[in-house]
């Protein structure tokens, strides 16, 4: 060390060999942090210049003797061995006090000589049981924490700390007084005494002015608050949750408060698990009229009060776990957010009730609630997968219904994606929703975003007549058995949202004909089929030319319109056939483009998800056949064939990833005629693409109930599968191999 050195940081993992008078040469050091260190021996000296010691874990009982720094403003010793026996009254320019967690500490010093000291915490001294006087008349301090320090049972007898904006005393278990206080303080004050031991509040509290937020949460003791409380100006928020002794203080007052020449300006007020009644709910919406947010969860009433309906200024309702609840009067449409997760006696009118105000096109509306099912005016709904719709010009406004399964009790998170591309916003945690199984969660999209996040939407969206898809998806991945969509028809024209492809169906039709009707396609017909493709000038017109080109084709060789087995090869044709009649078209989900001079290599898909299809001007329907046969097909037909040589997939085997390798891009895959006839089951052989899809529902039907048992989704898509490895391999000569 020397004279030249000001400031030292020490962040090392190991220990330093320094002396114990180390710090003597170093006259000019005015900053030492110290951090993850450990020393042979506590130093005995420190530089008196210091301006800043920060020592995690400081390794001594004592500071070192003769160490007076007159010009420090800021200690911050945590976890540090210090027992503090010294006042500190030579430190007229301290402003930062952090002795949190110093299991040493039971008595704290004298501050007199601290003057300018702003912020003292003493956080997890947990032998502290007495605190100087001093402290309670410090005139600069603004933030005072002593929380779970379990020893003290009294603060201090009165206090005077006009410049005081937050003071905490959670968990202090043992606290039994509240100090009285003196003179007024008119800063915005926050005060937390969670789970304390108080019983009550002195009237000295209408000194405070300037409270704004008080929470005692867990003070099963409290048995009286001071009516005068309730008047101060800023007083906004009351949190007194598990108070249930304080619901006779609320009997005692009935309509005093609310006749009293000013009202209480309370906004917020958490009232939870303290057995409240009818009765108390009631005198509850009369006292405060300018109630916002009410959080009565856990309570023993059976309805709501009527007066609920004139509670003009209430925005949020929590009920949730009121076991006995029953009726809910019909919500004022200011009512944006209504917790009723756990209300399983629900009456059957109030369900229909809390649908119905989604008819009101409530702005930001979000409703959890047992589960029922979703009302036959909703404008789309539909079983498993996820939320989908597709939108233009504008992006509508529109109210979503979750209906989940079986899940374990976790915050769910809900991702918005336009064109599978992900929306970022600004604040995460506001989508994010504690959701119960066999409940329904009702809320509008607007809900999870700010206004200007909304407003960016419309820009994604564009403002010319391109369809984009859209999805919310749920993270983690959670079953849901029914989703639905409410579109707010005063703030969406319903000709710019759909709720199936909007591309032409007859384009999906003749693109599953390409690629199944393909047995007995000679080289010469394909060169035909290519010459039709690129004489057309648009996708439409190529799909047409081919098809028609196909079925020449087949009426030259006398070939029905679609195989027998034109399912069991789809999946494995699919890329064979596609990449030799679209080269020029992209792959489904890996979006690489196959030029007309480039070779098809490897063509992979995970999770195939129908939902997250990409199109534009150059990508018809044709090209989602790969991944939707997948899909579709695995999901639905889990009993079928997966390729043309005859592997079946069990009932009780999952799904996993899907791989195609080197599909090629020549001639399609010929079969013997004699194959297309024998042994053929009838159930399996639709003779055109509609009778295939109903063939699909049906046995979806039929493959529904034991699936359900094990938790898997029930929709035509299988977006919540999950996929077993299944690969098919090129032999080298145009034929595919299939591995599972």
Known sequence: GSAKIEGIKLDLPEGVNWSDTVFKKMKKLRILIVRNTSFPSWPIYLPNQLKLLDWKGYPSKFLPPGFYPEQIAAFNLRFSLLVLKKPFQKFEHLTYMNFSCCQSITKFPDVSGAKSLRELILDGCKKLVKVDDSIGFLPNLVYLSASECTQLKSFLLQISLPSLEYLSFDLCSRLAHFPDVLGKNDKPLKISLRHTALRELSDSFAELSGLGYLDMTGCKELKYLPSSLFMLPNFVTLKIGGCSQLRELLTSSKGRLSEAEHRPKLETLDFSNACLSNEDLHVIMQSFPNLKDLNVLSNYFVSCPESIKESICLRSLDVSYCLKLQEIPELPSNVQKLNARHCNSLTADTSSMLWSQVCKEINKLQVLMPQTDIPDWFDYHDQGGIPIFWARCKFPAVALAFMF??????????????????????????????????????????????????????????????????????????????????????????????????????????????????????????????????????????????????????????????????????????????????????????????????????????????????????????????????????????????????????????????????????????????????????????????????????????????????????????????????????DGEGNLDMEA
Request: hydrophobic share 30%; with cysteine.
């Open 405 to 730: 399964g079986k899940m374990n009790y976790q915050a769910v998170e809900l991702h918005l994606f336009i064109d599978s591309e992900h929306v970022n916003v600004q604040h995460q945690h506001k989508h994010t929703l504690n959701i119960a199984e066999n409940h329904v969660l009702l809320c509008d999209l607007r809900a999870f975003f700010n206004d200007e996040e909304w407003e960016s939407l419309d820009a994604r969206i564009g403002h010319d007549n391109n369809w984009k898809q859209v999805q919310v998806v749920c993270e983690p991945d959670t079953s849901l058995r029914e989703w639905g969509v409410y579109v707010y028809k005063k703030e969406t024209n319903m000709n710019d949202i759909q709720f199936t492809c909007p591309y032409h169906e007859s384009s999906r039709l003749q693109s599953l004909l390409v690629i199944t009707n393909t047995k007995t396609i000679s080289r010469e017909d394909d060169m035909e089929i290519e010459s039709a493709r690129a004489s057309a000038s648009s996708v439409e017109e190529t799909s047409a030319s081919i098809v028609q080109a196909l079925e020449a084709s087949y009426s030259k060789h006398g070939v029905p319109h679609v195989n027998s087995n034109s399912w069991a090869q789809t999946c494995s044709l699919c890329c064979s056939a596609l990449l030799s009649s679209y080269r020029r078209l992209l792959c489904c989900t890996c979006r690489c483009r196959i030029d007309d001079d480039e070779p098809c290599g490897e063509a992979r898909m995970t999770k195939a998800q129908p939902a997250r299809l990409m199109l534009d001007d150059n990508l018809n329907c044709c090209a989602q056949t790969c991944c939707l046969c997948f899909s579709a097909l695995l999901s639905s037909f889990r009993r079928l064939l997966c390729s043309i040589y005859g592997r079946r997939l069990d009932n009780d085997e999952p799904y996993g990833e899907v791989k195609m390798t080197k599909a090629q891009p020549g001639p399609m895959i010929s079969r013997p005629q004699e194959e297309s006839t024998e042994n053929v089951d009838e159930e399996r052989v639709p003779s055109s693409f509609s009778q295939s899809l109903q063939t699909v529902v049906e046995n979806l039907k039929r493959l529904t109930a034991p699936r359900e048992d094990k938790g898997w989704s029930h929709g035509e898509d299988s977006y919540n599968s999950e996929l077993s490895d299944v690969d098919f391999e090129d």
